[in-house]
């Protein structure tokens, strides 16, 4: 009985679990600028040569610049923006799927633009593409996550929220702290001693 009472009392109120949620969304578009962007990277300014940052605006196939996207890169790119989804859907349940895929694929634009201007990425469609797909799956799972959990959505998904986050800050701790981590590479350049004949 003790353990119940305390368990309501731990429960957030509907403006609480709110502003949780906008926080826990501000740390994850910051995580997810510095994955996009800056590949986990220090950030930095110009270090990307045009041959390193092509524009490709032919979804999914090769083109002269670049190569055809992978499927595993498809799918991580799909999978960064879930977790967007499913804060949008919580933050704003009311708005129709037009809506939020035009936010999902506003903010994967911008970063593809951003990295491609500031020099660290190229532009890529298939990225803005699978990002919004990502996003709209969010949106669908949290849609199921309501018919399942009904009134104990908003209590349940602010604890997974809460716990992905904490976890996805420990990772990228651990990435970070690797010693094989050595940061991006840019515009390698091998040079050769010239022989003196």
């Known amino acids: 009985m003790t353990g119940m009472a305390e368990s309501h009392m731990r429960e957030l109120t509907p403006q609480q679990s709110r502003r949780l949620v906008i926080a826990l969304l501000v740390i994850y578009l910051v995580l997810l600028a510095w994955i996009v962007v800056w590949k986990l990277d220090v950030p930095s300014f110009g270090r990307a040569s045009s041959f390193t940052r092509p524009i490709k605006l032919i979804p999914f196939v090769s083109s002269a610049e670049a190569g055809a996207s ?96 904490i976890l996805a800050l420990v990772a990228i701790g651990v990435f970070q702290a690797l010693p094989m981590h050595s940061g991006s590479q840019y515009d390698v350049v091998v040079t050769r001693p010239s022989s003196s004949l």
Not at 90 to 119: D, N, Y
């Open 70 to 165: 992978a499927p595993l890169e498809v799918l991580v790119n799909m999978a960064f923006f879930v977790p967007f989804g499913l804060y949008l859907g919580m933050l704003a349940p009311s708005w129709h799927r037009w809506k939020a895929t035009c936010i999902f694929a506003g903010a994967s634009l911008a970063l593809e633009t951003t990295q491609h201007v500031i020099s660290t990425g190229g532009f890529d469609i298939t990225d803005v593409i699978t990002n919004s797909a990502g996003g709209l799956l969010g949106l669908a799972l949290l849609a199921y996550l309501r018919r399942r959990l009904g009134a104990r959505t908003t209590a349940v998904m602010s604890r997974v929220m809460v716990a992905g986050t």
